[in-house]
């Protein structure tokens, strides 16, 4: 069984940084894609940014040059650090690895004010 456990959601102001953190256990292919998706209230879940096992990334335009993704030392781990946060980045920020299947975890809030 696959557990995602993140950490590092809140509130910040226009302008401010964030880093979100997730953790993976459980039997984990060491060919995966780990990743991050957001939820905006009244909006479908939309893609972040996801990183390879050989660490290839992908970024929504919308965060591309502000947010950075990367992989822990222990390779289950996973990143996003957000930077020049946007009000329009407030969102529930979901963790995502596909190994076998997919697996999210269960969602950190960030809260960004105007």
């Known amino acids: 069984q696959v557990e995602l456990v993140e950490s590092g959601g809140g509130l910040v102001q226009a302008g401010g940084s964030l880093r979100l953190s997730c953790a993976a256990s459980?039997?984990?292919?060491?060919?995966?894609?780990m990743g991050w998706y957001r939820q905006a209230p009244g909006k479908q879940r939309e893609l972040v940014a996801t990183i390879t096992s050989r660490e290839n990334t992908n970024y929504a335009d919308s965060v591309k040059g502000r947010f950075t993704i990367s992989r822990g030392n222990a390779k289950n781990t996973v990143y996003l650090q957000m930077n020049s946060l946007k009000p329009e980045d407030t969102a529930v920020y979901y963790c995502?690895?596909?190994?076998?299947?997919?697996?999210w975890g269960q969602g950190t809030q960030v809260t960004v004010s105007s």
């Open positions: 995502y690895l596909w190994s076998y299947g997919d697996y």
């Open positions: 459980g039997i984990i292919n060491s060919i995966n894609t």
